[in-house]
C-alpha cells in the first residue's frame, strides 16, 4: 500500500526536497496540485523508465568516483528513486556506495561534494553544540552515524572528509536494514585536522587548526553525547572512523550512558569471527583448537580478538587460554612480555616469557610476523594493518606447511591497502586457502577451478545489529549480541555446501540476513536484559520498521 503524504510546499520547493520529489513521475493530478506544471517535462515517467534511465547515466561514467558522484546526486535529488534504483543492482552498486570508492570520496570530499546531509559540529562552536541539534527538523531519528575523520579506513586523517563515511554508511542502514531514511543522521565531529595537505588546500570545507585532544577533545565529545541524548534519547549511536587513541575510550565511556556501538572494534570483529566460524565449519574444526596471528594491534585487531576470546570461552576455554592462543603484531613486532609500549586494548595479549622460550628470532625486542608463523605455527591469520603487501609468499608458505587449508584474511580498506590479493593466496597455497578480503575482489580462477572471493564487509553486521536494537529497545549494545550475530552469520556460509564457494552468501542476500541476524540479536537483548520487550513482538516489530522506496501519494 502506497504511503499518503500531505505539505504546504509547493513547486520547486517539492522538487528541491529529496524526501518528496518524485522527479517526473508525478502524475498530472499532483502537478496541478502542488504547482508543478511547467517545472517538468510533460511526459509522466513510469518508475520503470527512470529506473532505466538512471542504469544508463550510471553506466556512462567511467570512474569509481564519478559513479560515486553520480549515485550521490542522485540521492541529494530523489531519495526514492535512489533506494529503489540501488536496490535493483546491490552487488553492482555497494562499491560505489561504500569501499572502496567511498575512500576516495573521503579524500577529495572538499572539491567533489555540492549537497551537504547531515550535521556539522566543528570545535569554535561547542558552546552551540545543543542549540544546533535542538534546532534539527527531524523529530525522530533511530540511527545516528558519526566520526571525526581522524581514521578513514586504512587512509587515515581525512578531517571533514570523513563526513562520507557516514553517509555511506546510513545509506546501507535504509537499503539493507529498512531503517526510514527520515530517520537517520550522519554527523561529523570536525575537531580539526592534522594532515598538512588538508591545511593548506583552499578548497578545504573544515576548520584549519590541528586536532584539538586532551580535555578539550574530551568535553566537547561529552557535550555532543549529552545533547543527542536530550534530544533523541532511544536513538542507536555509531561510533565509526575515530583514531585508536579515542575508538575504545569512547566505546568503553559511553555505551551504559547511551545505545551505541563502534563498527570499527566490534562490526569488524564480529564478521570476522563470522567467516572463521564459517571457515572452521567447512574444515569440520572447532574454534578452541586454532592458533590466530593477527597483523595490526589497533582497535579493529583488538576488538576481533576479544570476540574470539568470547567465542573460545562459550567454547570451554579459559580467559587466559584463549588469550594465550592470539597472537598480536603490530610495527614494532610481536605484543610479547618485553614489549615497550603496550596500550590497556593490547594489554591482555601480551605472550608471556614461557610461551617463547624455544623460539627462534633474529630479534627477540622485534619479532616479525614471519617468525610468529615459523614458531606457533598459526592455522588463521588476519590482516588489519594497512600495510599493502604484508603477507608474503614465504609467510604463506610457511603457514601452508603446518596447515593443510589455513584461513587467510586480508582485511584492510581499501584495495590498495590489502595485505595480499587472493589472486595470490590461492596461487601460493595451490587452491588451499579459505579467503575473505576487507574490499571487494572478482572471483579467482586457478586450474580450472572458480574461487569465489568473501567480503568481510560490515554490512554483514551492523544493520542486522542495529535493526535488532532497536525493535528490542534495548539499553545497551552487548557483547553478547555480537557473538549471536556473527555465530548467526556463519552458520549461513554457502561454503558449507562447496568448497569453493565463498564464505558468505551474495550481496543480494543480504536484506534477508539482515533480518535475521536482528531477530537473533533482538532475542539476545532480552537474554541479556537489556530489553523488556516480550520476544514473541519481536518479529512484528522487526518487520514494523521496514521501510520501502516506493513513491508516495500527494493528498
Known sequence: MED????ALRGAQILNTPRLNKSTAFTQQERDHLGLNGLLPSHISTVDEQLKRCYQNFSRKRT??????????LFNSNEFLFYQFVSLYPSEMLPYIYTPTVGE????????????RGLYLSYPLEEKIEEMIQNLDQPNVDVIVVTDGERILGLGDLGIGGMAIPVGKLSLFTLFGGIHPDRTLPIVLDVGTNKEELLQDELYLGWRHSRITGADYDRFIDRFVMAIKKKYPKTLLQWEDFGKDHARVLLDRYRSKILSFNDDIQGTAAVSLAAILAGLKERKQKLIDQKIAILGAGSAGTGIADLIVQAMRVEGLSEEEARGRIYMVDRNGLIHFNTSKVNEAQRPYIQPHQHLMNWKAANFDHITMAEVIANAHPSILIGVSAQSGAFTKPCIEEMLRHTPRPLIFPLS???????????????WTQGQAIIATGSPFMPVVYEGKT??????????IFPGMGLGALAAEATQVTDGMFLQAAETLGSLSPALKDPTAALFPDIEQVKGLTKKIALAVAKKACEDKVSVVDPSTLEEKINSLNWKPKYPRFL
Open 413 to 427: 580498506n581499501p584495495t590498495s591497502k590489502a595485505e595480499a590479493t587472493p589472486q595470490e593466496l590461492i596461487e
Open 4 to 7: 499518503q503524504i500531505r505539505t
Open 105 to 116: 570520496a573521503a579524500l577529495q570530499f572538499s572539491h567533489i561534494v555540492t549537497d551537504h
Open 64 to 73: 569509481p568516483l564519478g559513479k560515486y558522484i553520480f549515485l550521490n546526486s
Open 451 to 460: 574461487y569465489k572471493i568473501a567480503q568481510c564487509n560490515n554490512v554483514y
